[in-house]
């Protein structure tokens, strides 16, 4: 079984910019996280799709949003672009959403964004 | 501020060394997952806790979830190069439906 894939897996943009990144989960997967990581903050959630609708949200500014498809991928978008906003998006799919019993989540290679 | 506390930050041994990882709140977690993260890769999930007082093993690797379930610990007996890597706790507090990610333990076994 293919396993999470992020596109891509490399980025250079500069202030002001936008940009979009990508999430194919695995197959059969219907939940799609994303987090994003920085040495100094570590890994912090942005938000959870499951069938198409967010069901989670991270404490983030508007400028972080997301999308998911019938086809259960994923996209995240960040607008206007700051330097504070170079760190490493990671996604996670899961076969279920939310829940306290502990689901296992498969993360992908991440995409590293670098914002000059 | 941290939900999730991850001691030590960083840890140097040698091969055969003996080491403790360390994860604490001062909430009351659902359950709690480790993971080990890779240079260049996305964390991979080691196990999961859900009991408090619950112990697992995977191999040399010792996992103990506390009673009151606010803290967890990973034991690794023997270290080996191999396990040198980021290690991340992340826990489901009861009151919420996400996961919260500690800063991680950085950890590096010299051959």
């Known amino acids: 079984k293919a396993g999470v894939t992020q596109t891509p897996r490399y980025l250079i943009k500069t202030r002001g910019q936008q940009v979009t990144l990508s999430c194919s989960p695995i197959?059969?997967?219907?939940?799609v996280s994303w987090y994003q990581q920085t040495p100094g903050q570590g890994l912090q959630f942005l938000f959870e799709y499951f069938s198409e609708t967010q069901r989670n949200k991270g404490n983030f500014p508007g400028r972080f949003s997301g999308r998911q498809f019938s086809n259960s991928r994923s996209e995240m978008n960040v607008s206007t672009l700051e330097l504070g906003d170079s760190a490493l998006y990671l996604c996670?799919?899961?076969?279920?959403?939310?829940?306290?019993?502990?689901?296992?989540?498969?993360f992908g290679p991440g995409t590293r964004l670098l914002v000059l | 501020t941290q939900l999730l506390e991850q001691s030590p930050q960083f840890l140097s041994i040698q091969e055969g060394e003996n080491l403790t990882v360390y994860c604490n709140s001062s909430?009351?977690?659902?359950?709690l997952q480790w993971y080990r993260q890779e240079p260049g890769e996305g964390p991979v999930l080691l196990v999961t806790v859900v009991t408090g007082g619950e112990v697992k093993k995977l191999k040399r690797l010792t996992f103990q979830f506390g009673d009151a379930r606010k803290d967890s610990s990973l034991h690794i007996t023997a270290a080996q190069p191999g396990d040198t890597g980021l290690y991340l706790c992340?826990?489901?507090?009861?009151?919420?439906?996400?996961?919260?990610f500690g800063t991680g333990t950085s950890l590096t076994v010299i051959p």
């Open positions: 992340a826990g489901l507090f009861t009151t919420g439906n996400q996961f919260y």
């Open positions: 909430s009351v977690f659902s359950s």
């Open positions: 996670a799919s899961s076969l279920i959403a939310g829940g306290p019993s502990g689901q296992t989540q498969y």
């Open positions: 197959s059969g997967h219907r939940s």
